[in-house]
T-cell receptor
Framework: EAGVVQSPRYKIIEKKQPVAFWCNPI?????LYWYLQNLGQGPELLIR????????DSQLPKDRFSAERLKGVDSTLKIQPAELGDSAVYLC???????????FGQGTRLTVV | TQLLEQSPQFLSIQEGENLTVYCNSS?????LQWYRQEPGEGPVLLVT?????EVKKLKRLTFQFGDARKDSSLHITAAQPGDTGLYLC??????????FGSGTKLNVKP
């Protein structure tokens, strides 16, 4: 069974440019998470979806970050415009429901120069 | 502010030594998970503990959940270089909120 798939694996962009990350969760998983992880730190939750509804986006910087999960399956996370401090790994995870174990993708490493 | 505090932040030991990593919070978890993450990869789930006082073993790794479900520990016996990585605890609060600790970076030297 395929795990959580994220793309791209790596992205280098100039500051002020837009960037988008894509996540395909495990089939049948209703809950999807986006996390931000700085080097050597624990992941920090950005947004959590239950199906297509964003049920926890309190940590998402809404002035520049946006996310969507159309049809309750794939999800995209966008940053516009990117800033130097956005350089980090962006992790996507999914679980059967909001109380089940979460499984992670490999992440997208973003470097803003 | 981290809801879960892990200690130590860094740990460098020799192969064969034992070690314990701690995860603490002032809040009660409905469940707690331990993950291990290698560079360039996403976290990989090691174990989930749910019941206060629960102890689970995974080969040389022993996980314990505190009686009050506010803390947890991970003990590794006879550490090996392959155990090197970032160990993360993650707690579930109020059933739907799921947050990670700050992580413990373990380096096991041959």
């Amino acid at each position: 069974e395929a795990g959580v798939v994220q793309s791209p694996r790596y992205k280098i962009i100039e500051k002020k440019q837009p960037v988008a990350f894509w996540c395909n969760p495990i089939s049948g998983h209703n809950t999807l998470y986006w996390y931000l992880q700085n080097l050597g730190q624990g992941p920090e939750l950005l947004i959590r979806y239950e199906n297509e509804e964003a049920v926890d986006d309190s940590q998402l910087p809404k002035d520049r970050f946006s996310a969507e999960r159309l049809k309750g399956v794939d999800s995209t996370l966008k940053i516009q415009p990117a800033e130097l401090g956005d350089s980090a790994v962006y992790l996507c995870a999914s679980s059967l429901d909001g109380q089940s174990e979460a499984f992670f993708g490999q992440g997208t490493r973003l470097t803003v120069v | 502010t981290q809801l879960l505090e892990q200690s130590p932040q860094f740990l460098s030991i020799q192969e064969g030594e034992n070690l314990t990593v701690y995860c603490n919070s002032s809040s009660v978890f409905s469940s707690l998970q331990w993950y291990r993450q290698e560079p360039g990869e996403g976290p990989v789930l090691l174990v989930t503990v749910v019941t206060g006082g629960e102890v689970k073993k995974l080969k040389r790794l022993t996980f314990q959940f505190g009686d009050a479900r506010k803390d947890s520990s991970l003990h590794i016996t006879a550490a090996q270089p392959g155990d090197t990585g970032l160990y993360l605890c993650a707690g579930r609060y109020n059933f739907n909120k799921f947050y990670f600790g700050s992580g413990t970076k373990l380096n096991v030297k041959p």
